[in-house]
Structures are given as C-alpha cells and as structure tokens.
T-cell receptor, first 116, second 110 residues
C-alpha cells in the first residue's frame, strides 16, 4: 500500500515567492496533519483536518500560511509570501479518527523548504 | 514551558546496554502517550503507545507512564547500533491533537 505522499521533496525559493506543498494521505484515513520541523523548535503542529474540515489551526504561525483540504485524498499548505525563517522540513501525516488510533500518525517523507 | 519536554542528548550507550529515554509533559489532561523514532533525514515512525500507568513491553522496548509525576519513559534493552536515532515523545493534549517533544538523540556504539 502507498503511504502518505508529499511533493515536492525539496524546494528552494527566494524570499517573497509563493510556496505550495502537497499531500496525499493514506486511502481510508480521515485525519490529516501538517507539521513543521526545525532543529530549534522540533516538530510543531501547524493544522489538522478531520473529514476534510479544519479542526485546529492555532499552530499556523501567521496569515502568510494557509491550508486546504478540498477532498479526502488531497491537501495543500501554502506560504505566501515566503520568508527565510520559513525554512524547515514540512511533514504531512494521516491517521484514522478514533481514540485508539488517534496517536498513530503515518508520516510522509517530508518537504524540505529552503527560502533564500 | 513546552508542553512536552525531553533532553536533547545525545545519549551515548554501548551496544548491548539499556538505553533510558525520558519525557515530561505539562497537560494533566493528557491521557495517551507515544514514542516515535526518527532516523536522520527520515520521517518519524511510531514504535510504542501507552495509555495507563505502569509498564508496557514490546520486544526490546518498554514504555513507562507515571501520570502523577507527569513522566513518560522508554527503555531499550540490548541496544543495537541500528537503534541510533532521535526518539520523539508525544502526548495527546486535546481532541486529536498530538504534541511532540524536541526529541532525544540516541547513539549506540558497537
């Protein structure tokens, strides 16, 4: 079975440019999470969706960040305009909603973003 | 104060020894706790979950939970060089919300 698929794997862009990261969750999973990982701050939850509905976006750092999940098999995280401090690895993860499975997240391979 | 705290390490142990990784959390309402392993350049993967006080064993891994002390630990017996990775402690702090610590780097030397 295919796991969580993220694209692009690597992105190098210049400050001020728009960045769009994409994620395809595992088929049948109904919860999707976007995390950001840096050496200093570790793995931070940005936003998560349940049945395509955003539940908690309190981790989104500022209005430059937005996320959508138009259907059960696709989500995007957009940064506009990008800044050097946005450089990080962005992970998408999915899981099955429900108490027992809720903590079992399946992560994609991540998108490494470098903003110059 | 971070919601989940871990010592960043590195924790160095010789092959065959027991590695002990620790984690504290601040939200007394947290009921579920998880250990993820992350190899360098890779994504995190779940290795253990624990929901009630006490110990839970799975092969060479034992997770321990003490809710009164807000303390979670992971013991790795007979450590192998292949166990060298960063271990992330995570806690449920709300509806479906999983918060991670910054991780402890473990180095197992042959």
């Amino acid at each position: 079975d295919a796991g969580v698929i993220q694209s692009p794997r690597h992105e190098v862009t210049e400050m001020g440019q728009e960045v769009t990261l994409r994620c395809k969750p595992i088929s049948g999973h109904n919860s999707l999470f976007w995390y950001r990982q840096t050496m200093m701050r570790g793995l931070e939850l940005l936003i998560y969706f349940n049945n395509n509905v955003p539940i908690d976006d309190s981790g989104m750092p500022e209005d430059r960040f937005s996320a959508k999940m138009p259907n059960a098999s696709f989500s995007t995280l957009k940064i506009q305009p990008s800044e050097p401090r946005d450089s990080a690895v962005y992970f998408c993860a999915s899981s099955l909603f429900g108490e027992e499975a809720a903590g079992e997240l399946f992560f994609g391979e991540g998108s490494r973003l470098t903003v110059l | 104060q971070k919601e989940v705290e871990q010592n960043s390490g590195p924790l160095s142990v010789p092959e065959g020894a027991i590695a002990s990784l620790n984690c504290t959390y601040s939200d007394r309402g947290s009921q579920s706790f998880f250990w993820y392993r992350q190899y360098s350049g890779k994504s995190p993967e779940l290795i253990m979950s624990i929901y009630s006080n006490g110990d839970k064993e799975d092969g060479r891994f034992t997770a321990q939970l003490n809710k009164a002390s807000q303390y979670v630990s992971l013991l790795i017996r007979d450590s192998q060089p292949s166990d060298s990775a960063t271990y992330l402690c995570a806690a449920h702090t709300g509806f479906q919300k999983l918060v991670f610590g910054t991780g402890t780097r473990l180095l197992v030397s042959p």
